[in-house]
């Protein structure tokens, strides 16, 4: 992966701004927070120091996963690699495609009977039809299964709306000013300014909280809402 340059976390325009926020790709925003996550920082590191020249884990998309760096990604979730010219030419905006599928697949039960989805992501599913067979019958099955499977999921499914996407920069900046080791009583000082209400320690400590669990488990969430 491409590496940046340090962000300064007192600088909002180093960090995407409003709109970009919500331009953004959810699989853009699950890299950015993983890419915060020490523990992954720490393998990915080592990962580096193992790995040949040629390996920067986007090249060679047979066995790419196989490679020193391709082996942490997949680890965390990675799915596959995009090529940076991609990014460049904008056809993406995010270095890699994280895993989409649940391990297992959902099931339903209509009137006594189990039925088994496949599903693409915690949102989408796949139905198998049989072309020889009458289609009607199908169709209408197919609408109770997925009726019965949306309104399993409608109260587990986790929403991104935009209010939240709106604050995943100040997130990162919290997580960039820890990362430097600046107290919380400095980051409020400082994102006071920013904000008309003005901000607490206590804010500071739950932008945190909400932010690390975006790099440990909540890119993953972020990553199976994407598109």
Excluded at 10 to 22: F, H, I, T
Excluded at 43 to 57: C, F, H, I, N, V
Excluded at 115 to 135: G, H, I, K, Q, W
Aim: with cysteine; hydrophobic share 35%.
């Amino acid at each position: 992966m491409s590496e940046k340059a340090p962000l300064d976390w007192k600088n909002s325009s180093d960090y995407p701004s409003g709109q970009e926020a919500k331009e953004a790709s959810l699989d853009r925003w699950a890299w950015v927070f993983l890419a915060r996550n020490p523990q992954f920082q720490k393998e990915l590191t080592e990962a580096r120091k193992e790995a040949p020249p040629s390996d920067d884990g986007q090249r060679g998309p047979i066995g790419w996963s196989q490679t020193p760096i391709g082996k942490v990604l997949k680890k965390w979730g990675v799915e596959w690699p995009r090529l940076p010219e991609w990014i460049e030419s904008g056809l993406c905006d995010s270095p890699v495609v994280f895993q989409k599928h649940p391990l297992h697949a959902a099931t339903v039960k209509i009137e006594g009977q189990f039925y088994r989805l496949m599903p693409e992501s915690e949102s989408r599913v796949v139905l198998e039809f049989d072309l020889a067979a009458p289609l009607a019958p199908q169709l209408t099955r197919a609408k109770q299964i997925l009726d019965a499977s949306k309104k399993q999921i409608k109260e587990t499914l986790p929403a991104e709306n935009r209010k939240q996407v709106a604050m995943y920069p100040f997130y990162l900046r919290v997580l960039d000013a820890k990362a430097a080791n600046i107290t919380k009583a400095k980051m409020a000082e400082v994102f006071s300014q920013e904000c008309s209400d003005g901000l607490t320690e206590k804010d500071i400590s739950n932008w945190l909280k909400a932010a690390e669990d975006l790099t440990t488990n909540g890119y993953k969430r972020l990553a199976k809402l994407s598109k």
